[in-house]
């Protein structure tokens, strides 16, 4: 049994590459589904084999069980069974086998770089595909190829976010720093010419985090990085607004005063395209009538699923609201939010649990693989930076975030057995030598004396 659990473990060499590269783009369901279909087995294959942790070891089992488990029992007071029941595959259970999967291929790798470049490979595409469309990446895009095959420009910029870290963990060593490099500047250029404007500080969080094995020891160093990466931040996403406005409204260059919710702030002239595309945004209003709506099922939400809550509190919705935000009905913007109004409180409290528990895995190597350690933090807090103003954790995004998590957790744990072996042999050679001339000292005495 364990012979043929080994032999069909090879799949995950077919599967997790392709993931890593399709992943990153629309319209590849089949291949998407194909591959995992793949990795399924290689996940059971490796569940009843004997050269594996018994399942019981597995990381994170019990947050995810837990989460998992509550999150499929929300489908039984779905007023949608089969709208929820689709959406937990989606979100849920193909994620966290893909989870398994790759830690358990990450943990059987000598040389994950040219793995990783398969992902690298894709951001370059998603890059050459951005300079030539440049400008029209928003929607309603173009049904062209290679813009068939683009994803929705939100979730292109996640996936961007998510790939930093994924480069930060594995290609900024000594023979791959280029390489490494090259993918955070194509992940930046994906991220600029989607005109997203919360890219920018979710890549900031991602950078700031993935990069700090490098600047840990240098406290000047860090305060000008932090600096650097701040000004930066501010300076793209007001380009970006003001791309995405450009013709709409003349160009401000004085100091003034916008309104934001009711209250007037001060905004100065160089910073005036963010002024105006915060006052002018609409999701305060959107999380304060959520909000409202998630306090009549605050316990156990109204069933998992984020397209159920626009469903069932359709009729509930403002029209102003609904008039001055068309996608006001697909969720509510906001990671947490979109949680409580599915799962209610204890849906928040389980998926927290299991993001945290996520976070404290890869604290155990900060010192055995630094860099992995805080790669795999930085993908958890740019994910959840990326997705506090809007929520795109669902399909081949969450697929890629899990994947991602799975293989940093994987290689970091093979890192520290690898180095655990090692240490082991030197102790054992180091003791050998100490033993060998002692017992020759012994026999040459035992000589003498037979002399």
Not at 388 to 408: E, I, K, R, Y
Request: one cysteine or more; glycine letters at 8%; charged letters at 10%.
């Amino acid at each position: 049994m364990t012979h043929t659990a080994a032999r069909v473990e090879r799949l995950f060499w077919v599967a997790c590459p392709v993931l890593l590269f399709v992943v990153m783009f629309g319209h590849m369901t089949a291949i998407v589904f194909n591959a995992l279909a793949l990795l399924a087995l290689g996940v059971a294959a490796a569940a009843f084999s004997a050269d594996r942790p018994p399942l019981v070891r597995w990381p994170l089992l019990l947050p995810v069980a837990a989460w998992a488990g509550w999150g499929l029992a929300s489908v039984a007071w779905s007023p949608y069974p089969m709208v929820s029941l689709h959406a937990w595959c989606d979100e849920v259970l193909y994620p966290l086998v893909s989870f398994w999967g790759f830690w358990l291929f990450g943990s059987q790798l000598r040389r994950p770089e040219p793995v990783v470049s398969v992902n690298w490979l894709a951001c370059l595409v998603l890059a050459t595909i951005s300079a030539l469309n440049w400008g029209h990446l928003q929607p309603p895009t173009a049904n062209t190829f290679p813009l068939h095959f683009y994803n929705r420009v939100g979730h292109t910029s996640t996936l961007a976010v998510f790939s930093m870290a994924l480069f930060a963990g594995f290609l900024l060593r000594p023979r791959w720093r280029v390489v490494g490099a090259s993918g955070i500047v194509l992940c930046l250029f994906i991220g600029l010419a989607t005109l997203n404007r919360f890219f920018w500080p979710a890549a900031a969080v991602t950078l700031l985090v993935a990069l700090y094995p490098l600047y840990r020891r240098r406290l000047m160093l860090a305060v000008l990085a932090i600096a650097v990466v701040g000004a930066a931040g501010v300076g793209t996403l007001e380009l970006s607004s003001r791309l995405r406005t450009s013709g709409a409204a003349p160009e401000v260059t004085q100091a003034r005063d916008v309104v934001i919710d009711g209250h007037q702030v001060y905004v100065p002239g160089s910073l005036s395209a963010i002024g105006d595309t915060v006052s002018a945004d609409t999701r305060p209003k959107l999380w304060a009538f959520y909000v409202g709506q998630a306090e009549h099922h605050a316990w156990a939400g109204i069933g998992f699923g984020k397209p159920l809550p626009g469903i069932v509190y359709r009729n509930a919705m403002p029209p102003a609201l609904l008039a001055a935000e068309p996608q006001a009905l697909t969720h509510a913007h906001n990671l947490f939010i979109n949680t409580w109004l599915q799962t209610g409180f204890i849906g928040v409290v389980l998926q927290t649990a299991l993001l945290l528990s996520l976070v404290a895995r890869f604290w155990r190597y900060q010192r055995a693989e630094p860099w992995l350690c805080a790669a795999g933090v930085a993908l958890v807090a740019g994910m959840i930076a990326k997705n506090m103003t809007d929520d795109f954790m669902w399909q081949t995004t969450m697929l890629a975030f899990w994947s991602f998590a799975g293989l940093l957790l994987g290689y970091a744990e093979h890192g520290r057995a690898s180095a655990g072996s090692s240490q082991s042999v030197e102790r054992t050679m180091s003791t050998a030598g100490r033993v060998e001339p002692l017992r020759e000292s012994q026999t040459v005495k035992l000589d003498e004396k037979g002399r």
